[in-house]
């Protein structure tokens, strides 16, 4: 069965896949600079602070020197960032030694960012204007707002009547995570299973990068789409931002954000408005970031019971993924995890590592602290199960045979056992199977035997 891993980028490794065109408009926005500035690695942000108000090119063996020696796979790794990004630029002199500049148009930008402070992307609107829903309200309409997008995924008859998500956020889930059929309507692919089960910070990710990748198909250049995105991590989570100073294609993506509970929106007598969660304001944030992570609801026994305390429906269902539900309470699922129900999961590709660190990450805070917080009995038996499945592994393959001497049959069996690829071989028989990357080398091998 074949493994398929999402990778989730984060808005920097979309940046350094722009065009070199695509990025000089964006640093010249003095937010993304220092939207890049805050994601480098420690390392990197000293460097660019430090070759701030230099306007020549540093030499590699002097930055090299700001470094102790057991620092340099750190120094490495805080230069390719830079050089991905396209904030330092890498030169030969005249005597071939290496050196880096930074770009010009990012460093007189950061420059003002950091002396003046810049004006805020939009003023927000007089409180005594509108009415804010408190920061508890905004982060629980923002996961149910979250919730209900992913519900959607799994099962639109499991979702809210009521809620009718825009066909751009729809598009997104058809590139990978949905497949259409005539008679079965659409089904989660293999991406799709997974999807659920990754982190909430990771999905969101996920959604975000798709929903830039089609922009082009919507008539939106991504650049722009990622300067306005990234915007929004400046705006104060909570306060309301008067729509009407948004451009016509910000307003049609703060109609899809709403969807995904990146903002909450709000009607008045004459105005509207929309107000940033946390989760458009940690939009800048690594994925390796552990504050916006949920606090974890699943005990597992060493029996293979489970219990969940939760009220989510959507838990529930990417529960039922990969376990029997026994029962449900008000707050509490009681779920029993088999052979049969893994099985499922797995034709469906969900693998039993994700399985496993699906209930690591979100263990109840009892036993979270405990080592393991999963029972070892429970995830050894999982591991063997999928290793069930997959105790047959196809590989392309030649078979030999009618040799005209044993001489060369063990010769042959000898070359292939070599290379690792002898398969399978039969002395009474003279017959042996190797890997098919093998058979020319083999029958050029052979060939020059029999000369």
């Known amino acids: 069965?074949?493994?398929?891993?999402?990778?989730?980028?984060?808005?920097?490794?979309?940046?350094?896949?722009?065009?070199?065109?695509?990025?000089?408009?964006?640093?010249?926005?003095?937010?993304?600079?220092?939207?890049?500035?805050?994601?480098?690695?420690?390392?990197?942000?000293?460097?660019?602070?430090?070759?701030?108000?230099?306007?020549?090119?540093?030499?590699?063996?002097?930055?090299?020197?700001?470094?102790?020696?057991?620092?340099?796979?750190?120094?490495?790794?805080?230069?390719?960032?830079?050089?991905?990004?396209?904030?330092?630029?890498?030169?030969?002199?005249?005597?071939?030694?290496?050196?880096?500049?930074?770009?010009?148009?990012?460093?007189?930008?950061?420059?003002?960012?950091?002396?003046?402070?810049?004006?805020?992307?939009?003023?927000?609107m007089p409180k005594n204007a509108v009415r804010l829903p408190s920061l508890e309200e905004l982060d629980t309409y923002a996961l149910e707002q979250w919730e209900r997008f992913l519900l959607h995924l799994i099962s639109s008859s499991q979702a809210e009547k009521l809620t009718n998500f825009c066909p751009s956020m729809m598009k997104v889930f058809q590139r990978g995570l949905l497949s259409q059929r005539e008679k079965e309507g659409s089904r989660l692919t293999e991406y799709g299973f997974q999807?659920?089960?990754?982190?909430?910070?990771?999905?969101?990710?996920?959604?975000?990068?798709?929903?830039?990748?089609?922009?082009?198909?919507?008539?939106?250049?991504?650049?722009?789409?990622?300067?306005?995105?990234?915007?929004?991590?400046?705006?104060?989570?909570?306060?309301?931002?008067?729509?009407?100073?948004?451009?016509?294609?910000?307003?049609?993506?703060?109609?899809?954000?709403?969807?995904?509970?990146?903002?909450?929106?709000?009607?008045?007598?004459?105005?509207?408005?929309?107000?940033?969660?946390?989760?458009?304001?940690?939009?800048s944030v690594s994925l390796s970031d552990t504050a916006t992570r949920k606090q974890g609801f699943v005990v597992v026994e060493t029996n293979f019971r489970m219990y969940a305390y939760s009220t989510s429906k959507l838990h529930c269902e990417i529960l039922r993924l990969f376990a029997r539900i026994e029962y449900q309470l008000p707050n509490l699922i009681v779920c029993a995890i088999n052979k049969e129900s893994l099985y499922n999961a797995f034709e469906n590709g969900i693998t039993s590592e994700q399985i496993i660190s699906f209930l690591q990450q979100n263990a109840h805070p009892r036993v979270a602290e405990k080592i393991p917080t999963v029972p070892e009995n429970v995830t050894d038996q999982i591991r063997l199960w999928e290793s069930d499945l997959n105790r047959v592994e196809m590989?392309?393959?030649?078979?030999?045979?009618?040799?005209?001497?044993?001489?060369?049959?063990?010769?042959?069996?000898?070359?292939?056992?070599?290379?690792?690829?002898?398969?399978?071989?039969?002395?009474?028989?003279?017959?042996?199977?190797?890997?098919?990357?093998?058979?020319?080398?083999?029958?050029?091998?052979?060939?020059?035997?029999k000369q």
Request: charged share 25%; glycine share 4%.
């Open 395 to 449: 590989s392309p393959a030649q078979f030999y045979d009618e040799f005209p001497s044993r001489d060369l049959f063990e010769a042959a069996c000898d070359f292939a056992r070599e290379y690792g690829a002898l398969l399978w071989e039969n002395p009474k028989k003279m017959q042996l199977v190797v890997k098919a990357e093998l058979h020319n080398d083999l029958r050029e091998y052979l060939r020059r035997q």
């Open 195 to 283: 999807f659920l089960l990754m982190e909430t910070n990771a999905q969101l990710w996920y959604i975000i990068r798709e929903y830039i990748a089609s922009a082009e198909e919507r008539g939106v250049d991504p650049a722009n789409l990622i300067s306005f995105l990234l915007e929004l991590s400046f705006h104060e989570m909570g306060q309301a931002y008067n729509i009407n100073t948004l451009t016509d294609v910000q307003k049609s993506t703060i109609k899809d954000l709403a969807d995904l509970g990146l903002v909450k929106l709000q009607q008045g007598r004459k105005e509207s408005w929309f107000l940033p969660t946390k989760l458009a304001t940690t939009l």
């Open 1 to 124: 069965m074949p493994q398929v891993r999402i990778i989730a980028k984060n808005f920097i490794d979309m940046v350094a896949s722009l065009p070199a065109v695509k990025l000089d408009m964006l640093y010249a926005n003095p937010f993304i600079c220092e939207a890049i500035l805050r994601s480098l690695p420690p390392l990197a942000k000293k460097y660019i602070l430090q070759m701030l108000y230099i306007d020549a090119p540093v030499p590699a063996k002097s930055l090299e020197e700001w470094v102790l020696p057991d620092g340099l796979s750190k120094h490495r790794v805080a230069i390719d960032r830079l050089i991905q990004l396209r904030v330092l630029t890498e030169s030969l002199d005249r005597k071939k030694e290496t050196n880096y500049e930074m770009n010009g148009k990012f460093q007189v930008n950061l420059q003002k960012q950091l002396i003046y402070g810049g004006e805020l992307p939009r003023e927000p």
